[in-house]
Each structure stands twice: as C-alpha cells, then as structure tokens.
C-alpha cells in the first residue's frame, strides 16, 4: 500500500505565481523526500527533511515537515514554465531506511 | 557523468516470452532498486539490494527475478510475461547507507502483448 498521499493531484497555476503540494502519510518515518518527474523522464531527488527537522530549504523551494500530523508540503515559488513536471514524495521507512514508498504524485503545469 | 543507466529504453513482448532489463550505475553506490511505475498508482518497489551478491523483494516482486553479480549492475528478468507487466520500469541507486537520495534511469517502456 502507498504510504505518501499527495494533494491536489493536479494543479495549474500561472508563471510567477507560487505552488503548494501536499503530502500526508501513515506510519513513522525515517525522512521524507520529494522528487521531480519531467514526462518521459527518470525522478531527480530535490529535497530531503528528516524526521527531526522542521523545515529545509533548496533555491525557490521550501520543505515543511509536521510529524505530529504526518504530513508535509512542499513550495516552489515564483514558478517558471520549466518547473512543470510531476511532484512525488517519498517516504524513508525501517531501521536504515533503505526502502523508500511513493505517492501518487502531483501534476504541476505552469503556463507561460 | 552517465548516473544510472538502463537498458533497452523500449521493448514490446509477446506473452509468454522472457527478458532482462539491465541496470547500470557508476556512483559506487551500494544500494540499488527496481520500480515499476503505472499510471495513477505512483512507483512500486519490485526488488532492491543492499550490496553485491544480496537481493530482497519489494512491495510486488512476483513474477520478477533479480541478481546483483557485480555492484554496477543490477538485473530484472521476466521468465515468463504477462500483460499486466506492461509498465515503465525504473531503476535507481542510492549511497550512504541506503538513506539518502535515490538516483533514477530514464526507464524502460515494456508492453507486453
């Protein structure tokens, strides 16, 4: 079963303007990461939080983590028609955390 | 700086017939993970390995087989394919104990007829 959920599955917003996506999850955690998936691509790792911090941030993104809600989200601000992709979350479960489990992802399209 | 790479990008089988997707990394990276990705239901662990010589089933491995001979290479074979194998499977490999970043191929796009 699919640990991470991400909300919405798909939003579209204008160049400039922010991005919000949401990610909840079940059980304990190791760390939480988020991935990036232009279409017909492999996933590039962008940002991982541990389950000790609060917040990170990576350029025009910012990783929040509330483990008291199991959940976390992600912002990517001042949008650029090169962010559109698919966003997933990854979640680090077990005593080494080798394994991660996935979300369904959210669609991102940013129009020029 | 090649990363992960897989092998073929495309194949189409006919039910029934078997084949190896090949796995590539040259991080020297200990961790290494098949996925196979379907749409609306995310990525899902197949096999994965914590070293050479070790391999460890996933969240769906049935159906799957999998060697680690050598660290660069990890191998995904289907003895005998089915339609609901058809998907796009991905490859990924991960450093520093398994807790860190995973970096993924660019796919493989598998129909199975």
């Known amino acids: 079963s699919q640990q991470g959920e991400e909300d919405p599955q798909a939003l579209s917003i204008q160049e400039g303007e922010n991005a919000t996506m949401n990610c909840s999850y079940k059980?304990?955690?190791?760390?939480l990461q988020w991935y990036r998936q232009n279409s017909g691509r492999g996933l590039v790792h962008l940002i991982l939080?541990?389950?000790?911090?609060r917040e990170k941030h990576s350029g025009r993104l910012r990783v929040t983590l509330d483990t008291s809600k199991k959940s976390s989200s992600l912002l990517i601000t001042a949008s650029r028609a090169a962010d559109t992709a698919s966003y997933f979350c990854?979640?680090?479960?077990?005593?080494?955390?080798?394994?991660?489990?996935f979300g369904e992802g959210t669609q991102l399209t940013v129009n020029p | 700086n090649a990363g992960v790479t897989q092998t073929p990008k495309f194949r189409v089988l006919k039910t029934g017939q078997s084949m190896t997707l090949l796995c590539a990394q040259d991080?020297?990276?200990?961790?290494m993970y098949w996925y196979r990705q379907d749409p609306g239901m995310g990525l899902r662990l197949i096999h994965y390995?914590?070293?050479?010589?070790?391999?460890a089933k996933g969240e769906v491995p049935d159906g799957y087989n999998v060697s680690r001979l050598k660290k660069q290479n990890f191998l995904l074979g289907l003895e005998s394919a089915a339609p609901s194998q058809t998907s796009v499977y991905f490859c990924?490999?991960?450093?520093?104990?398994?807790?860190?970043?995973?970096?993924f191929g660019d796919g493989t796009r598998l129909s199975i007829l």
């Open positions: 990924a490999s991960s450093g520093t104990g398994g807790l860190g970043p995973q970096h």
């Open positions: 059980t304990s955690i190791n760390n």
């Open positions: 939080i541990r389950s000790n911090e």
């Open positions: 990854a979640t680090g479960f077990g005593t080494s955390g080798s394994r991660l489990t």
């Open positions: 991080m020297n990276h200990e961790y």
């Open positions: 390995s914590v070293g050479e010589g070790t391999t």
